[in-house]
């Protein structure tokens, strides 16, 4: 587990008899209790693939990654294509769609939008409940007509991310996109409920300027970070530019430019 999971009583829970069997792989894979009476979360495991579900009287509801219904489905039909923000600030153009790394997947929302644009996407997730979460959403795309395509354009890899950018293998990644962890304020409930589930297992990026250093070691052609708007830049190097929202921004850091 994780340092900062260790902090945290979770067990692996099945949600009925037929899935005891994948309960059991998932706890042995993530060398976690399938009993424990004191557990604070349980990843449950059930018709609906994977959850992550905060145990207790005022846990929100339970969270899972589902690239083909719910908000991913919407942001896909609806979010405006090459014309957002994230795609803006990673640099998707006419005849351009960068081969990114998202070093800090999460859900792997921005990745899923970066993909269906059609982009090539590697994501590391360091926090192996959310990595089991992220892997069985992409498991589940796959069986979907429409999102399959998708995707198949998204590889996770396992590790920190800090070291795996550091030990790169291969061709590097055009672009390298982070969004570390911040103490956040927004008052959405969907905000509300992953972060409560969130912080408590993850903890805020402290490492973020070494993450930073190794983004910026790595990456081709330049460096994408997003922030809560007013917060300040990670610490290291000043972005050359920033793209500004209504609740975040994207600061940028070129190294060259990106063309068809």
Same mark, same amino acid.
């Given at each position: 587990?994780?340092?900062? !999971?260790?902090?945290? #009583?979770?067990?692996?829970?099945? +949600?009925? &008899?037929?899935y005891q069997a994948l309960a059991g792989q998932w706890a042995e894979r993530l060398g976690l209790p399938l009993a424990e009476p004191e557990a604070e979360f349980a990843l449950q495991v059930g018709a609906q693939g994977l959850q992550?579900?905060?145990?207790g009287p005022d846990a929100p509801g339970p969270v899972r990654v589902d690239f083909v219904e719910g908000g991913a489905a919407h942001r896909r039909l609806f979010g405006g294509g090459t014309g957002q923000m994230i795609a803006k600030a990673v640099g998707v153009q006419q005849g351009v769609r960068p081969r990114v790394l998202d070093a800090t997947a999460g859900l792997g929302k921005d990745a899923f939008v970066l993909a269906s644009l059609g982009c090539e996407m590697s994501l590391i997730e360091r926090q192996p409940l959310i990595g089991a979460l992220l &892997?069985?959403?992409l498991a589940r795309g796959l069986d979907d007509f429409e999102v399959a395509p998708i995707v198949s354009r998204m590889h996770l890899l396992k590790g920190n991310s800090i070291e795996v950018m550091r030990n790169w293998e291969g061709e590097p990644p055009q672009v390298i996109y982070l969004d570390p962890m911040f103490p956040h304020r927004e008052k959405t409930a969907l905000v509300k409920k992953e972060m409560r589930l969130f912080r408590p297992l993850?903890?805020?990026?402290?490492? !973020? /300027?070494?993450?930073? &250093?190794?983004? +910026?070691?790595? !990456?081709?052609? #330049?460096?994408?970070?997003? #922030? /809560? #708007?007013?917060?300040p830049c990670i610490a290291g190097p000043k972005p050359s530019h920033a793209l500004d929202g209504k609740s975040s921004r994207y600061d940028i850091y070129p190294k060259k430019a990106l063309k068809p």
């Open positions: 587990m994780s340092e900062q !999971a260790a902090g945290c #009583r979770i067990k692996v829970e099945a +949600l009925g &008899e037929a992550l579900q905060q145990l &892997e069985d959403g993850v903890g805020d990026d402290n490492d !973020a /300027p070494a993450l930073l &250093e190794a983004a +910026l070691a790595l !990456a081709s052609h #330049r460096v994408v970070v997003k #922030r /809560p #708007r007013k917060a």
